[in-house]
């Protein structure tokens, strides 16, 4: 939870668009909205990700207070994912198969059987374990109009300005020299000469 504690690594994302007057109520409805819906074993996909309380993995009943403070948005991104053991699949699997050929008096499973087989294993196993839960705190500046997003890892990124966006119907740009550079306000010499720098790799030399 570094949003609150711990360590202090994080990404920045610019947010690119204009907040609405009311941007509160419009905000909370739509944070609601996409609100974490934990998965379930009968459930189609294998991950999914939602809003919660910043810090707070099973919060995800959001009040006013747990979103808003002072001019900050804070959030957490809630991911939960089946990891099911592959040995435990395999060995269930393998004796589903010869169960399902002795009922059925056959000694091969076509590709269609051996894949709803593997799907109701699947399930079977889902139900009796949980599934995979991680968090990642966000923190948006308003008056900044920057997000911190408390992870460097690039799947995570991308899900977060997926559902960002969906959310709040602005868009996240990624921290990089130009998109720093640009914000900073850089004049026409400037930025020509910026558009012109090439990257150089310095390799060492062997003593």
Not at 182 to 205: D, V, Y
């Amino acid at each position: 939870m570094p949003a609150l504690r711990g360590s202090l690594t994080y990404a920045r994302f610019f947010v690119a668009g204009d907040v609405p007057e009311d941007f509160r109520e419009k905000y909370m409805r739509a944070i609601r909205l996409r609100a974490m819906k934990p998965i379930e074993p009968d459930d189609e996909e294998l991950e999914r990700s939602g809003w919660c309380k910043v810090g707070e993995p099973f919060e995800i009943e959001l009040r006013y207070e747990d979103v808003f403070y002072n001019e900050y948005v804070n959030l957490g991104l809630r991911t939960d994912k089946w990891r099911l053991p592959a040995s435990i699949l395999k060995q269930r699997l393998r004796e589903a198969e010869a169960a399902y050929l002795e009922k059925k008096g056959r000694e091969r499973l076509g590709r269609a059987e051996k894949t709803e087989l593997k799907e109701v294993v699947s399930r079977k196993l889902r139900k009796q374990t949980s599934p995979a839960t991680r968090m990642i705190d966000l923190s948006w500046s308003m008056n900044e109009g920057v997000v911190r997003f408390f992870s460097h890892a690039e799947k995570a990124g991308a899900q977060m300005m997926e559902i960002f966006t969906k959310t709040f119907g602005l868009r996240l740009v990624p921290e990089a020299p130009y998109t720093l550079a640009a914000r900073l306000g850089l004049s026409k010499a400037q930025e020509s000469t910026w558009e012109e720098l090439e990257m150089i790799l310095l390799e060492k030399e062997e003593a």
